[in-house]
């Protein structure tokens, strides 16, 4: 059973960067089965899908995030990564990272439990 | 972009009760389409993939259909741990989510 564990500053300060980082427990990020994906649900609104990485270091992205985005993995630790650019308030959501089959790579079958991330001065 | 359209936004219903939430899609998105379950506090969890096959340890009482750019997800006979918010999901060009909908008591 893939496990996964988001970390990282809760507050972040306009125009800076936010970095995310997941741990993952119960598969190695080096495996083909799976891409590995990042999430955010800002409150009140439907999840948000913001990018994956596969264990080659193959990312995609989403269009309206893709400029200021980029997306790493560190297979010493079995993590992966997020940074996100000039960050402003309609960042702010619960960041998910989350698993999914390669053979079904655009479903997301194991989640962590989010972190909390506040864009705010 | 794709645009999803779900409804009713919010639904009332009885324990017992059959309940189906509907997904409009603005443009054909293929058959990896997917419904989420999600709880106050907790991450979605995924209920049924590829229009109507059933992850791995959801009960019988759930499930979908497609009609065209329709998909709906059911619920036979309402159960208390049923009660959350329902998201659609699907895969063209890139992963989008619709709004959802909120089943309460």
Redesign the interface.
């Known amino acids: 059973q893939v496990q996964l564990q988001e970390s990282g500053p809760g507050l972040v300060k306009p125009s800076q960067a936010l970095s995310l980082t997941c741990t993952v427990s119960g598969a190695s990020i080096s495996t083909p089965t799976y891409y590995w994906n990042w999430l955010r649900q800002p409150a009140g609104?439907?999840?948000?899908?913001i990018g994956r990485i596969y264990t080659n270091a193959h990312t995609?992205y989403?269009?309206s995030l893709k400029s200021r985005l980029t997306l790493s993995l560190d297979q010493s630790k079995n993590q992966f990564s997020l940074k996100l650019n000039s960050v402003t308030a309609a960042d702010s959501a619960v960041y998910?990272c989350?698993a999914s089959y390669v053979y079904?790579r655009?479903?997301?079958?194991y989640?962590?439990?989010?972190t909390q991330v506040a864009v705010s001065s | 972009d794709i645009q999803l359209t779900q409804s009713p936004p919010f639904l009332s219903a009885s324990v017992g009760d059959r309940v189906t939430i509907t997904c409009r899609a603005s443009q054909d998105i293929g058959s990896y389409f997917a419904w989420y379950q999600q709880k106050p506090g907790k991450a979605p969890k995924l209920l049924i993939y590829s229009v109507s096959t059933l992850q791995t340890g959801v009960p019988s009482r759930f499930s979908g259909r497609r009609s065209g750019t329709e998909f709906t997800l059911t619920i036979s006979s309402l159960q208390p741990e049923d009660f959350a918010t329902y998201y659609c999901q699907q895969p063209k060009n890139y992963p989008t989510f619709g709004p959802g909908t909120k089943v309460e008591i």
């Open positions: 609104q439907g999840p948000e899908w995609d989403n269009p998910y989350a079904r655009d479903n997301f079958d989640w962590g439990q989010g």
